[in-house]
């Protein structure tokens, strides 16, 4: 029995593992957390619509599900070429056949960033943007600032959607509050058309969101900081926030630049549409990179999302079974690349949609809150084996 090492227990890596394993193999799941983090659903914690429990699945359930072999570890160095990865613990890893690294991205650190927090960074900082929140309720008004940045490197590291899904969130929980009036909300962004990745459609009802909810919009302008006031921008200006939301790009992960892999300019690993790192020589290597940490090709919008890394993960399964069989029927990613989510107001939500042939977005009033929530669910009980995966989700 052939056996694989998975590094990274998020979509890309756990979906790995779960779909190897029912390929009989012999699979080892290496994460840094001892839980699953459901990042799509934890937008709710700052609003208390979720506990911080409610979007984490405990890891080891999941591995006695589906079998696999579960390491609790940080990895702190791979040689690709000495089929070798070490972690922490000191702990050396090199008898498998097969390497998916999957860890993730790291982020930008813009200066002063120490000054914000993240919905999409260390799960914990959720609880900390809800004890924030939580201040600034007591207090009975502030002012409150959302955004999030690129990497001019790769594109398709920005993370937006999030943002924008909190903000909304909290504009409806001031409200049923009574004291959204006490409260100045603003979104900002470097880019002068933040969403615009979703397409025509989507970019204009979302301004038209902006307005009809009075959310103020910073557009256009590099951000060169962040202080304890609030956000520097390049023309001298700041915007003044009591707190701020602020989601970095997506950077290369510290150990993948310090390894033997090869990585685009932006830091993620280098891969065939396959998702296989590709030897110099022209050969296949033995590794392959999926989710967040691989550097994503295709169009000028692509976006890395959960579907899109649960996808690339299902396709290396694949890939690695028929590869040693000795076939060539492989699985590429390109051909499944879309922008694909359910944006969460608090009451309601929008479906958004875009992919190489169409884009659009339309509202979901109420249903959409509940759709959300349900996929939630979904996520959470496919994951430990109670029912069956969907094929697509």
């Known amino acids: 029995m052939k056996k694989v090492l998975i590094l990274g227990g998020g979509f890309a890596g756990v979906d790995a593992a779960i779909h190897l394993k029912k390929m009989k193999y012999d699979v080892t799941l290496v994460s840094d957390r001892d839980y699953f983090y459901i990042y799509p659903t934890s937008i709710w914690v700052p609003t208390h619509k979720s506990k911080f429990s409610d979007v984490c699945i405990d890891l080891e359930k999941i591995q006695a599900a589906h079998k696999f072999d579960l390491i ?7 040689s690709a070429q000495e089929n070798r990865v070490t972690l922490k613990s000191g702990k050396i890893l090199d008898a498998y056949d097969y390497l998916i690294v999957a860890m993730g991205a790291s982020k930008m650190k813009p200066k002063g960033v120490e000054n914000t927090l993240s919905i999409c960074g260390v799960p ?10 939580d201040e600034l309720v007591a207090r009975g008004h502030g002012k409150i600032a959302m955004g ?3 990497n001019p490197k790769d594109t398709s590291a920005v993370r937006g959607g999030p943002g924008f899904e909190l903000l909304f969130n909290v504009h409806n929980m001031l409200k049923k509050k009574g004291i959204r009036k006490n409260f100045e909300l603003t979104f900002f962004a470097p880019m ?4 615009k990745r979703m397409g ?4 204009k009802m979302m301004d038209m969101m902006f307005n009809k909810l009075d959310i103020k919009k910073h557009f256009g302008k590099k951000i060169t900081g962040f202080t304890s006031e609030g956000t520097t921008f390049e023309d001298g200006t700041t915007l003044e926030a009591d707190f701020t939301m602020f989601i970095p790009a997506g950077d290369g992960h510290q150990v993948i630049k310090d390894s033997d892999l090869p990585t685009n300019e932006a830091g993620f690993v280098k891969t065939n549409d396959h ?3 590709v030897n110099e020589d022209g050969s296949l290597s033995n590794v392959y990179a999926v ?5 994503l090709e295709g169009y000028d919008w692509r976006a890395k999302q959960g579907h899109i890394a649960e996808v690339m993960a299902k396709n290396v399964a694949h890939n690695i079974k028929e590869r040693d069989k000795n076939g060539t029927n492989f699985k590429g990613y390109h051909g499944h690349l879309n922008i694909l989510c359910v944006m969460d107001s608090g009451n309601g939500a929008a479906f958004v949609y875009r992919d190489e042939k169409r884009a659009f977005m339309f509202p979901l ?3 959409g809150h509940l759709l959300k929530k349900g996929w939630g669910s979904y996520c959470r009980y496919s994951k430990l084996g109670k029912i069956p995966r969907i094929p697509g989700m």
């Open 275 to 277: 998702s296989c790192v």
């Open 200 to 203: 025509p459609q989507a970019l």
């Open 148 to 150: 999030f940045g690129g």
């Open 365 to 367: 009033p109420v249903v």
């Open 291 to 295: 989710g967040d940490i691989a550097a």
């Open 72 to 78: 609790i570890d940080e990895v702190s160095a791979i």
């Open 192 to 195: 002068p058309e933040p969403g």
């Open 124 to 133: 914990e900082q959720s609880l900390e943007i809800r004890d924030k929140l």
